[in-house]
Structures are given as structure tokens and as C-alpha cells.
């Protein structure tokens, strides 16, 4: 059977990479249609080498007879339009954090709890974590499974495509700025993002943490187990695309460093490259357009009982996004809508 499948935020940066992996993987469409606001309405949009989109207003658009939406418009936009494409008969998959702590939508990476897929039939909305979760949780699953995680400390280092094309702009005049001396505009970023880093992903919350930080908390204990505890400091860093992160982890049982390179190397969605000598590790620049986490600098953390401290990256608009919801429309349709 081939799908219609609907791209909701087809303009952006996490819509264009949908379009994309659609076309690489092959995915089984019998007809694509491109969406976004009426800003970008009637622009053109590539899918895969040979076909050209014209981009349709979403406002306008009747989703009855369209199987599949993936969609990324922003989290106010999915709230209005994902309800509607539901009740047409399409299952949503939504990249943005509206539907994701619903107790009636599943929050799925398929590495870790493709199970939960199932759960789909109750709004007909799926959820697609946080990109700085969806990394963090690929790289958690196999060490919970063999030792068992009491608590996570995470510092992140993500890129500035996390926030959309906009702050990318962004990032880019601002560094042009500075080197041609003229003066730096902030629109997207509260402070300045060219050589700096800002500890402020989201907005600030009652407890003090982002609301970036609470997200790779609950989101993490919704995908994985309600009773790892996880503590997150989220800082956006002046790079383009690929969030990096500092794990450290505390087991309830016996892990070590050499143990944890063994399972993580056999481990779905997982790369190893962990050399300890000059450059025997990876950055974001070197994981932009790979589909794998990459996971290096693991070692052991002598100062708490089964510690584990490692380094772990991954392309935001892929496995952070993009390429985490085709994989789980992939999951959908081999074994929901036959
Ligand atoms: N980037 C990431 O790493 C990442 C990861 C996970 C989740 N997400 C989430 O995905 C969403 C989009 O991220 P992005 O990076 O792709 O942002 P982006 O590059 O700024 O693109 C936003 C897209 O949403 C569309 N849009 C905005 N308002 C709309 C409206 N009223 N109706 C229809 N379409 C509308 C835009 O269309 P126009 O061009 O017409 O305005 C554009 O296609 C956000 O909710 C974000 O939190 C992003």
C-alpha cells in the first residue's frame, strides 16, 4: 500500500528534512502535499531529486484522504490544526511540545519504546520528543536495560538550527557583524549567540529551571521509566547544526566504563567512537547530516558508586526530529494501517 502523506511546516528547517527523508528512505507515498502558512504559500519545495512542491496554505487545506501528517509548524499551530486533521482521518505525527506530555498521545523513539505506538488510536496524534531528548534516550536505553539508572545529570551544547531557520540567520549576520564591525541585532536570541554561549533554552519556570530542562526531564521519564530522576542544564552554543551532550549517569547496579563501550556498541541507532587520543571523539560539525548518535569519552565516574560519565551527538533536525518521526510513520504503517 503507498500513503498520502501530509508535510505540515514544509518550509522550514525540520519540514525540509522530512521531505527529504522521505524521498531517501523510499517511504511508500502515493502522493506528497507540502504545507505552511500563507507567507510561504505557492514556494517551491524539492522532494527528493526530480519532483518540485508547490506549498499550499495549511489554514486552507482539507486533510480528508490523507493517511499520514508530519508536521513541525510550531506548538500553537499543531494545538489548532492537528485535532482537525484527526477527526479527517489522518494520524498526526507532531514535532512540536504541544501533545507531548498528553496522557492520551504516545511520546515515541523507536529504538527505545516502539510499543507505545499502539496508543496512537486514542487522538490519532503521536508525539515526537525534544530533539536534546531524543538523542539523550537512544544513548540511555541499553545501559537501563543492563544496570538499571537511578539518576541522569545532563549538560547540553545545542545548535542554533533547534530554535529555526531564523535564529540560524541569525547566527550567521551576527558573526558577519562582528567581523565587518557593524553593529548586532538580537531578535531570535536574548543575548547575543556569536561567540557566546546562552544557559536559556525556552522560557524560565517557577523552580527556576527552562522549560527546556523540564522537558528532558518528564519527557525522558515518559519514553523510559518514571523513576529515573534527571537533572538538565540547557545552553544554545554558536554552531549551526548538531546538539552535543555531557552525560553523566548513576546505576542502580554494576556498570563500567568498558561494559557500557560494549552494549553501546551494539546498540540500535548508536555509534561508537571512542578513542582516547587527539581527535578520537566526535563534534557536532563532523554528525551534521548522519542519521546515528554518536557517543564518545565514555569512562568510568569513581566519585559516586556505578558512575558513568560520556559525551554524546546528534543532528538535531534528523534524529532530533525529522528522521525520528519518518521512523516511527515507517513503525505506523508496517504494523498499524496494513
Ligand atoms: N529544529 C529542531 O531541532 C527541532 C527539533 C524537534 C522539534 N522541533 C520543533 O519543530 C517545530 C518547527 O521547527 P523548525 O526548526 O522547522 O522551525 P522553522 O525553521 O522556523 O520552521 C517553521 C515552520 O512552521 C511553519 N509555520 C509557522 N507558522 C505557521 C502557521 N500559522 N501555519 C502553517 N505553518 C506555519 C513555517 O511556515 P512559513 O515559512 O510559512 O512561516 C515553517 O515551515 C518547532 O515547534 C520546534 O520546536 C524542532
Same mark, same amino acid.
Given at each position: 500500500?503507498?500513503?498520502k502523506?501530509a508535510? *505540515?511546516g514544509a518550509?522550514?528547517?525540520?519540514g525540509?528534512e522530512?521531505?527529504? +527523508?522521505?524521498?531517501d528512505?523510499k517511504?511508500?507515498?502515493s502522493? *506528497? *502535499?507540502?504545507l505552511?502558512?500563507?507567507?510561504?504559500a505557492g514556494?517551491?519545495v524539492?522532494?527528493?531529486?526530480?519532483?518540485?512542491?508547490?506549498?499550499?496554505?495549511l489554514?486552507?487545506?482539507?486533510?480528508?484522504?490523507?493517511h /499520514? &501528517?508530519?508536521?513541525s509548524?510550531?506548538?500553537?499551530v499543531?494545538?489548532?490544526?492537528?485535532?482537525?486533521a484527526?477527526?479527517a482521518?489522518a494520524? @498526526? %505525527?507532531?514535532?512540536?511540545s504541544?501533545?507531548r506530555?498528553?496522557?492520551?498521545?504516545p511520546?515515541?523513539?523507536?529504538? &527505545?519504546n516502539?510499543?507505545?505506538?499502539?496508543?496512537?488510536?486514542?487522538k490519532r =496524534?503521536? $508525539?515526537?520528543?525534544?530533539?536534546?531528548? +531524543?538523542?539523550? @534516550?537512544?544513548?540511555?536505553?541499553?545501559?537501563?536495560? $543492563?544496570a538499571?539508572?537511578k539518576r541522569?545529570v545532563?549538560?547540553?551544547?545545542?545548535?542554533?538550527?533547534g530554535a529555526?531557520?531564523d535564529?540560524m540567520?541569525? #547566527?550567521?549576520?551576527?558573526?558577519?557583524? =562582528?567581523?565587518?564591525?557593524?553593529?548586532? *541585532?538580537?531578535?531570535q536570541f536574548t543575548?547575543? /549567540?556569536a561567540?557566546?554561549? /546562552?544557559?536559556? /533554552?525556552?522560557?524560565?519556570?517557577?523552580?527556576?529551571?527552562?522549560?527546556?530542562?523540564w522537558?528532558?526531564?518528564v519527557?525522558t521519564?515518559? =519514553?523510559?521509566?518514571?523513576? %529515573?530522576?534527571?537533572?538538565a542544564t540547557?545552553v544554545?552554543?554558536?554552531?549551526?547544526i548538531?546538539h552535543?551532550?555531557?552525560v553523566?549517569?548513576?546505576?542502580?547496579?554494576d556498570?563500567?566504563?568498558e561494559? $557500557?563501550?560494549? =552494549?553501546l556498541?551494539?546498540?540500535?541507532?548508536?555509534?561508537?567512537?571512542d578513542q582516547?587520543?587527539?581527535e578520537g571523539?566526535?563534534t557536532?560539525?563532523e554528525i551534521?547530516?548522519e542519521d546515528? &548518535?554518536?557517543i564518545?569519552?565514555i569512562?568510568?565516574?569513581?566519585?559516586?558508586e556505578?558512575? #558513568?560519565s560520556?559525551w554524546? @551527538?546528534?543532528?538535531?533536525?534528523?534524529?532530533g526530529?525529522a528522521?525520528?518521526?519518518v521512523? %516511527?510513520a515507517?513503525?505506523? @504503517?508496517k504494523?498499524y #494501517?496494513?
Open positions: 500500500m503507498a500513503y502523506v508535510v *505540515v518550509s522550514g528547517n525540520v525540509r522530512m521531505l527529504k +527523508i522521505l524521498a528512505r517511504f511508500p507515498v502522493e *506528497v *502535499v507540502a505552511a502558512s500563507n507567507r510561504t514556494q517551491k524539492s522532494f527528493g531529486e526530480n519532483v518540485v512542491l508547490t506549498i499550499q496554505d489554514a486552507l487545506y482539507d486533510f480528508t484522504g490523507t /499520514i &501528517v508530519l508536521s509548524p510550531g506548538a500553537a499543531s494545538a489548532e490544526f492537528a485535532p482537525r484527526a477527526a482521518g494520524v @498526526v %505525527i507532531d514535532n512540536t504541544h501533545f506530555m498528553d496522557p492520551d498521545v511520546l515515541v523513539v523507536p529504538e &527505545v516502539p510499543e507505545a505506538i499502539a496508543g496512537y488510536t486514542k =496524534i503521536i $508525539a515526537n520528543p525534544n530533539c536534546s531528548t +531524543i538523542q539523550l @534516550v537512544v544513548a540511555l536505553k541499553p545501559l537501563h536495560e $543492563a538499571t539508572i541522569v545532563v549538560s547540553t551544547y545545542q545548535s542554533v538550527s529555526g531557520k535564529a540567520d541569525e #547566527l550567521f549576520r551576527q558573526t558577519r557583524a =562582528i567581523l565587518v564591525n557593524d553593529p548586532i *541585532v538580537k531578535e543575548k547575543q /549567540i561567540f557566546n554561549v /546562552i544557559p536559556h /533554552i525556552d522560557a524560565f519556570m517557577d523552580s527556576g529551571e527552562t522549560k527546556e530542562e522537558k528532558m526531564s519527557e521519564r515518559k =519514553i523510559l521509566d518514571p523513576k %529515573i530522576k534527571l537533572t540547557c544554545r552554543v554558536p554552531v549551526f548538531g552535543a551532550e555531557a553523566n549517569v548513576e546505576f542502580e547496579r556498570m563500567d566504563a561494559q $557500557a563501550r560494549q =552494549i556498541k551494539s546498540a540500535p541507532g548508536i555509534s561508537v567512537l582516547r587520543r587527539d571523539y566526535m557536532p560539525l551534521s547530516g546515528s &548518535v554518536y564518545s569519552r569512562r568510568d565516574d569513581p566519585t559516586v556505578n558512575g #558513568l560520556f554524546c @551527538v546528534g543532528d538535531n533536525l534528523r534524529k526530529a528522521l525520528n518521526a521512523q %516511527i515507517e513503525r505506523l @504503517v504494523d #494501517l496494513k
